[in-house]
């Protein structure tokens, strides 16, 4: 299942999926384990490290929404009409999360969304984040697009 | 429906998605929901959706690309609902 990781566009420090551990039409789950030395530690805050929360709609964005929509686009929806191509990547359209906890560095956390649509290129996925003691981290609604997308050809028909 | 009662059920539809509300109450068939509204280009589809269930009909890919200004709508929903009904 962790096939898909090799289509992600991100590398090194923005990459914030470890593994994939259910993927279908319908949603996702999926970990990643905070690294103590993430370049955000040490000014956020000086002493005082906590995971930043853009950090934690980054990972929910990564594997609830890019991580399907990729899924999506690559498993034959091909009614939507659009594919992907070198020049594609993910956009986040919107987020309105709301954080319940905090989380430190070394701290695994598990993702899991829930595909509200998926029409016209754009993917809306219910999506929360827990702790490793499975206690509630984040929850939200995000939506987006994949940049780029290639108009394909339905019909073969017009040469 | 003729095009004067798509275009007020239309202004439900849009509502949510802008803020530009006086823009709104006054929009015609020349008004552009991007730069006019100020709607967010990936809105459109959430649009889209909505205006699926307001009219009770289904908008394909083809005629989603088209739907850009208030008369593009009107025509799309306007066309949709003569084939459904």
Known sequence: ?159 | MDRKEILIELKKVLAPYTESKEMLEGINEQTDLIKDLKINSANLVDIIIDAEAQYNIEIDFDAAEKMYNVGNCIDVIADKINKTA
């Open chain 1, 1 to 159: 299942m962790n096939d898909i990781l090799k289509y992600l566009p991100y590398k090194s420090s923005f990459l914030f999926v470890d593994n994939i551990t259910s993927l279908n039409d319908e949603g996702v789950s999926g970990d990643f384990t905070l690294k103590g030395d993430a370049f955000f530690y040490e000014d956020h805050f000086p002493g005082n490290p906590v995971t930043p929360g853009v950090i934690i709609t980054e990972i929910m964005a990564q594997i609830g929404l890019v991580v399907l929509g990729i899924h999506l686009m690559i498993s034959g929806t091909r009614q939507e009409g659009v594919v992907m191509d070198e020049g594609s990547f993910p956009l986040l359209t919107s987020t309105n999360v709301e954080f319940f906890k905090m989380v430190l560095p070394g701290e695994k956390v598990i993702v899991t969304s829930k595909k509200q649509y998926f029409r016209f290129g754009k993917l809306k996925c219910l999506v929360e984040m827990q702790n490793a003691d499975g206690e509630l981290v984040a929850k939200g609604i995000f939506s987006g697009i994949i940049k780029n997308a290639v108009k394909q050809m339905l019909s073969i028909n017009n040469g």
